[in-house]
């Protein structure tokens, strides 16, 4: 059964960068079948989706978030990461990965996620 | 941006009543909509697809309705075990974006 694990800093500081990393398990991030999100959780906004990419290099970006986020694959580690540049303290949440089978597909599987606080 | 919107906001119901939620887009969605269960501590767990297809291994008191723009999640006898918070999640459009959530309760 595929698993997904987040993974990265758990405290990030204004203006900085957020790296994050989604490991998967008992499958490849390389898979042309499926697509893979980010989509993260906050007390405020709620459940709020980030981006999907697929290995073939489709990506797609919450166009609020467009100009500060990069997806990407590390096929060497079977990861799926997560850039996001210019933080504040609103981009504090629990980000999760997660999998869609398809772009016309819910996210059926997903990482446990990870909490990131940003602050100084 | 499809706001999705969902009500009520929270929700007491006793054990074995049946329980309804709302979901509501902001424009036609057709049948795409998933329901997602989230309890505390974990992350949200796929329930529905396409309105009103069952996941494996969901319980079959579990029920999605609806088209369009209104939704609507059931529970036939609510189970101790269904105390969660609960989302809608519209992928017509690959903007995927997510209901506020409905907070299940017992009374």
């Known amino acids: 059964q595929l698993q997904l694990k987040e993974s990265g800093p758990g405290l990030v500081k204004p203006s900085g960068t957020l790296s994050l990393f989604c490991t998967v398990f008992?499958?490849?991030?390389?898979?042309?079948?499926?697509?893979w999100g980010w989509i993260r959780q906050t007390p405020g906004k709620g459940l709020e989706w980030i981006g999907t990419?697929?290995?073939?290099?489709?990506?797609y970006y919450n166009p609020s978030l467009k100009t500060r986020v990069t997806i990407s694959a590390d096929t060497s580690n079977n990861q799926l990461s997560l850039r996001m540049t210019s933080v504040t303290a609103t981009d504090t949440a629990v980000y999760y990965c997660?999998?869609?089978?398809?772009?016309?597909?819910?996210?059926?599987?997903w990482g446990q996620g990870t909490m990131v606080t940003v602050s100084s | 941006d499809i706001q999705m919107t969902q009500s009520p906001s929270t929700l007491s119901a006793s054990v074995g009543d049946r329980v309804t939620i709302s979901c509501r887009a902001s424009?036609?969605?057709?049948?795409?909509l998933a329901w997602y269960q989230q309890k505390p501590g974990k992350a949200p767990k796929l329930l529905i697809s396409?309105?009103?297809s069952l996941e494996s291994g969901v319980p079959s008191r579990f029920s999605g309705s609806g088209s369009g723009t209104e939704f609507t999640l059931s529970i036939s006898s609510l189970q101790p075990d269904d105390v969660a918070t609960y989302y809608c999640?519209?992928?017509?459009?690959?903007?995927?974006?997510f209901g506020q959530g409905t907070k299940l309760e017992i009374k």
């Open positions: 997660a999998r869609l089978k398809r772009l016309d597909d819910p996210f059926d599987i």
């Open positions: 008992a499958g490849s991030i390389s898979n042309n079948n499926f697509y």
């Open positions: 990419f697929h290995y073939s290099g489709i990506t």
């Open positions: 424009q036609s969605i057709s049948h795409w």
């Open positions: 396409k309105a009103s």
């Open positions: 999640q519209q992928y017509n459009s690959y903007l995927y974006t």
